[in-house]
């Protein structure tokens, strides 16, 4: 090949974007194929995989403080407190009382997965350590968030939620403070219920506001071993000049409803009297005797004046 070619020119490329490599001699050109890339294969399993978040509580060593250095520091701890005795019996029983649940820790690490029961328990000073989980029903009070709803009006809701730990492990090893990140929590979810929902939906369905808001924080509180007993929307506070207009709209509309009902009645009332009218017009007697019940109905009433009606046709007589 060196000698057939006597001389080459090589065509300079890039090798991203030239399609082609030229080689030019002084007898012939030479014209190689294109550089083919292989297709990347996508993994499909990369693609797919999603990061899942591991609770502490899941991760608990199921034979805890196994370890050489560990059970040194147990045994230490109990010749300790043989030869202190009885001195160290006043440092290692904690009572807990029947409305409270422990979780033992020996050592930094979870000593039993069940929860330590109400009673007399004996513990080692310096290296357990008895976490007291009240199991009561709290009550969270949500403070009043401002918030735009749909139609644009601000409001101020506040509400409250009670709560109750089921699972006292969950709720020391998976959340700092359960009842302060509930409370944000239920601040929060109040923000984003409401920001869907018109003024007028906010004040018609309140019950089914608080059904909602409770689903959702008690399955965002299971992972703490939180139980959310009930949600209930306090208070929905209107600006003073929305309240204005909204008394002004129903006190218009309480007044359009009282003129029609009494003009409902004029109308009601025209009807029975032309009727009555007709009807003592073919018994005079009849009037008569409605002329003396009148009178009879202003005498009850302790007066001393007694007017007489005139009939309109007796004064016909004086004219000229």
């Not at 005795?85 to 033992?104: A, H, M």
């Not at 310096?126 to 009561?136: H, K, P, Y």
């Not at 359960?178 to 219920?193: H, M, S």
Request: aromatic share 8%.
């Amino acid at each position: 090949m060196v000698d057939k070619y006597d001389s080459f020119f090589h065509v300079l490329r890039s090798p991203r974007y030239a399609s082609s490599l030229l080689v030019f001699s002084m007898s012939e050109t030479v014209e190689l194929e294109p550089l083919q890339s292989e297709p990347v294969m996508a993994n499909p399993e990369a693609e797919t995989s999603t990061v899942s978040i591991t609770m502490p509580s899941a991760n608990a060593d199921p034979v805890p403080n196994a370890d050489f250095l560990s059970r040194l520091m147990i045994g230490f701890s109990y010749f300790v407190i043989t030869i202190s005795f009885p001195v160290s019996l006043w440092f290692c029983f904690r009572v807990i009382r029947e409305y409270e649940r422990g979780v033992w820790l020996r050592l930094g690490r979870l000593a039993q997965k069940d929860p330590v029961r109400p009673g007399l328990q004996f513990v080692i000073p310096w290296i357990d350590q008895i976490r007291i989980v009240d199991m009561r029903v709290k009550t969270l009070n949500v403070m009043p968030q401002a918030i735009l709803t749909r139609d644009s009006v601000t409001v101020s809701v506040d509400a409250v939620i009670y709560t109750r730990v089921m699972n006292p492990t969950s709720s020391v090893l998976n959340v700092t403070h359960e009842k302060y990140a509930t409370e944000l929590l239920g601040q929060t979810t109040l923000r984003n219920i409401l920001g869907t929902m018109t003024l007028a939906e906010i004040l018609a369905e309140r019950e089914r506001i608080a059904s909602h808001m409770r689903a959702v924080l008690d399955e965002a509180t299971d992972a703490w071993g939180v139980k959310i007993e009930r949600v209930e929307v306090k208070d929905v506070s209107l600006p003073t000049a929305l309240q204005r207009s909204m008394a002004a709209i129903a006190e218009a509309e309480r007044e359009a409803k009282a003129r029609i009902i009494a003009a409902e009645s004029e109308k009601a009332a025209s009807v029975a009297l032309k009727a009555a009218a007709l009807e003592m017009a073919d018994t005079p007697t009849a009037f008569q005797l409605r002329y003396l019940q009148t009178l009879n109905t202003i005498s009850a009433e302790n007066s001393s004046t007694i007017v007489f009606p005139i009939p309109i046709e007796l004064l016909s007589i004086f004219k000229p």
